[in-house]
């Protein structure tokens, strides 16, 4: 089932009014939250090309940087990915009557999952900026065990720096059955996570290995045993399986990125 949602119209500044008049004409992209037709989504930062070498040849898979902001409704495309993702699953029926935990959470998935009735809706981050975040250490999770039939962590353990004790809080809060979504950048290529680097300890470096002056780590195959070790069994939704007829490009999404369904076993 699709999700049917209308944003409300961005109050927007003059540099992003100036980004619509240059983007937001033509058909050639399809904002999947707004539902507009335009030209094309704006990069972050400067695109894919001011990627580092390095993260390149490891394939770093993560953000859509060429097709990042819509010029209408400021989603990224880490929200977009989800809504398809979730749309293709039916996953919005998981939010009906349940109670929810959402980390970090993205404005427009959050109208969605709103808009599902959840029986408790609680969003968390560590620096919460808008009404109805309560400030939320994912490493120290201030619920009781077993609270939550959803948990929603959408790029948010690349900057965590104890990221094993925040799947085990996640693990830990979660109904027996329930399921965390845990979206991460990470290398296929890279067998084993880098970090702890002692010669990685500058912003400039951090952007160069990590892919961002913020993350901790830069995650590799090895992410999988990370999330299994906390507990929870994990499956792969691959974007070019169960979503092969969306044309990425247009969507603005990454279809190299897989969708996390980490499920806390029953028993
Ligand atoms: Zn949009």
């Known amino acids: 089932m699709e999700m049917s949602y209308k944003p409300e119209q961005d109050n927007v500044g003059v540099i992003r009014k100036i980004r619509r008049c240059v983007n937001g004409f033509g058909n050639k992209s399809t904002c999947g939250i707004c539902n507009k037709t335009f030209l094309k989504f704006s990069k972050y930062r400067g695109g894919w090309d001011a990627v580092s070498s390095y993260l390149k040849d490891l394939d770093w898979t993560g953000s859509d940087f060429d097709n990042f902001w819509c010029p209408y409704c400021r989603s990224h495309d880490r929200e977009r990915h989800l809504k398809l993702y979730f749309d293709a699953l039916d996953f919005w029926k998981k939010f009906e009557h349940a109670n929810v935990l959402h980390f970090a959470p993205e404005k427009h998935i959050a109208h969605c999952i709103e808009a ?13 900026s808008r009404d109805g975040v309560e400030m939320m250490d994912v490493t120290d999770i201030k ?12 790029h948010v353990l690349e900057h965590v720096p104890d990221d094993a004790k925040a799947l085990k809080e996640i693990f830990r809060v979660l109904k027996p059955g329930g399921v965390a979504i845990l979206q991460t950048p990470y290398s296929p290529k890279l067998p084993q996570t880098r970090e702890n680097d002692p010669a990685i300890t500058t912003d400039s470096q951090r952007l160069e290995f990590y892919g961002q002056e913020d993350h901790t780590r830069l995650y590799g195959i090895d992410l999988m045993d990370r999330i299994a070790a906390a507990g929870f069994e994990l499956k792969l939704h691959q974007h070019n399986m169960l979503l092969k007829g969306v044309d990425s490009q247009r969507a603005g999404v990454n279809p190299d990125e897989p969708l996390f369904v980490a ?3 029953t028993i």
């Open 263 to 265: 499920r806390k076993p």
């Open 143 to 154: 619920e009781p065990d077993k609270s939550f039939d959803v948990i929603l962590c959408n």
């Open 116 to 128: 599902c009735t959840p029986q408790r809706y609680v969003k968390g981050d560590l620096y919460p």
